[in-house]
């Protein structure tokens, strides 16, 4: 399996798009809380047809112009961080939810703690949408790619329906996970 990357230019800054075989397997800030090594990225291409898709759907994400993705996609979690990375696939668009109702969604023993952790380890960022889960009382919490991005991420949602996130909110809109 041929893992290789790119480095692409958004909305949100430097985004390195991570790729194994046939499927994205990262995205990563340049300052990413816990990016990996750049030697598992494998060998930085100018261009591939996967890569430069999946580069040019978060553009188009992050201009407005689309609300879901459609690229092949490969985690390799364990077992808590594979259950809670599908359950982030499946938060709706513009809608937000917390790391407990997650954790109790999800019939967890672990805590909203734990869920968090998994969140936080979550190697597809903006494709599998972690920015969705916020504080137990909507406040912002952590991202890898910092808070400004988690915000910009949420109001980028929020204004597609006319509607602002406001923190506070917890789980926002009806539908939320």
């Given at each position: 399996?041929?893992?290789?990357?790119?480095?692409?230019?958004?909305?949100?800054g430097?985004?390195?798009?991570?790729?194994?075989?046939?499927?994205?397997?990262?995205?990563?800030?340049?300052h990413?809380?816990?990016?990996?090594?750049?030697s598992?990225?494998?060998?930085?291409?100018a261009?591939?047809v996967?890569?430069?898709?999946?580069?040019?759907?978060v553009?188009?994400?992050?201009?407005?112009?689309?609300?879901?993705?459609?690229?092949p996609?490969?985690t390799?979690?364990?077992?808590?961080?594979?259950a809670?990375?599908?359950?982030?696939?499946?938060?709706?668009?513009?809608?937000?939810?917390?790391?407990?109702?997650?954790?109790?969604?999800?019939?967890f023993?672990?805590?909203?703690?734990?869920?968090?952790?998994?969140?936080?380890?979550?190697?597809?960022?903006?494709?599998?949408?972690?920015?969705r889960?916020?504080?137990?009382t909507?406040?912002?919490?952590g991202y890898?790619?910092?808070?400004?991005?988690?915000?910009f991420?949420?109001?980028?949602?929020?204004?597609?329906?006319?509607e602002?996130?406001?923190?506070?909110?917890?789980?926002?809109?009806?539908?939320?996970?």
């Amino acid at each position: 399996m041929s893992t290789r990357h790119i480095v692409a230019e958004t909305a949100l800054g430097e985004l390195t798009l991570v790729a194994a075989g046939g499927a994205v397997t990262g995205v990563y800030f340049r300052h990413h809380v816990r990016r990996p090594a750049e030697s598992s990225f494998g060998e930085r291409v100018a261009s591939d047809v996967l890569l430069d898709e999946a580069a040019r759907q978060v553009r188009a994400y992050l201009a407005g112009e689309r609300r879901d993705f459609e690229l092949p996609l490969a985690t390799a979690g364990d077992d808590v961080q594979e259950a809670v990375w599908t359950a982030l696939r499946e938060i709706p668009y513009g809608t937000t939810t917390t790391y407990g109702a997650l954790a109790e969604r999800l019939g967890f023993v672990t805590s909203a703690w734990g869920v968090g952790r998994a969140v936080g380890a979550n190697p597809l960022c903006v494709l599998v949408p972690c920015h969705r889960v916020v504080g137990s009382t909507g406040t912002l919490t952590g991202y890898a790619g910092g808070l400004r991005r988690k915000r910009f991420l949420l109001d980028l949602e929020a204004a597609a329906d006319g509607e602002p996130w406001l923190p506070g909110m917890g789980a926002h809109r009806a539908g939320a996970a």
